[in-house]
């Protein structure tokens, strides 16, 4: 069992930046591929960006939605426990709860697939 814990959602102006933070209990941290999704209110959960694991690496891919690109950074530190999402030019349809989430691979993340997640921290990016 893996249990992750979000940090550093707010509120911040549209153009402004935040950045998240997951820390994970677990040992084996670097074995998991590490992810961010978010759900605005009245929509589905949705897919935000994944980080392979260290195992993968060198094989592995980073993946971000389409609607971040370039704006969103997901990275991790295996010392730390932790993965980060730093997030840029944040515009209002940013707003949404984001969560954390560690599986098995950063592709099948891609695909809305993980098996566990956090608690969720919201974002809040007024206009």
């Known amino acids: 069992q893996v249990h992750l814990v979000e940090s550093g959602g707010g509120l911040v102006q549209a153009g402004g930046s935040l950045r998240l933070s997951c820390a994970a209990s677990?040992?084996?941290?670097?074995?998991?591929?590490m992810g961010w999704f978010r759900q605005a209110p009245g929509k589905e959960r949705d897919f935000v960006a994944a980080?392979?694991?260290?195992?993968?690496?060198?094989?592995?891919?980073?993946y971000y939605a389409d609607s971040v690109k370039g704006r969103f950074i997901i990275s991790r530190d295996n010392a730390k426990n932790t993965v980060y999402l730093q997030m840029n030019s944040l515009k209002p349809e940013d707003t949404a709860v984001y969560y954390c989430?560690?599986?098995?691979?950063?592709?099948?993340?891609?695909?809305?697939?993980?098996?566990?997640w956090g608690q969720g921290t919201q974002v809040t990016v007024s206009s």
């Open positions: 980080i392979p694991s260290v195992i993968t690496y060198s094989g592995g891919s980073t």
């Open positions: 989430a560690a599986g098995g691979s950063s592709i099948r993340m891609r695909a809305g697939s993980s098996s566990y």
């Open positions: 677990e040992r084996t941290f670097s074995s998991y591929a």
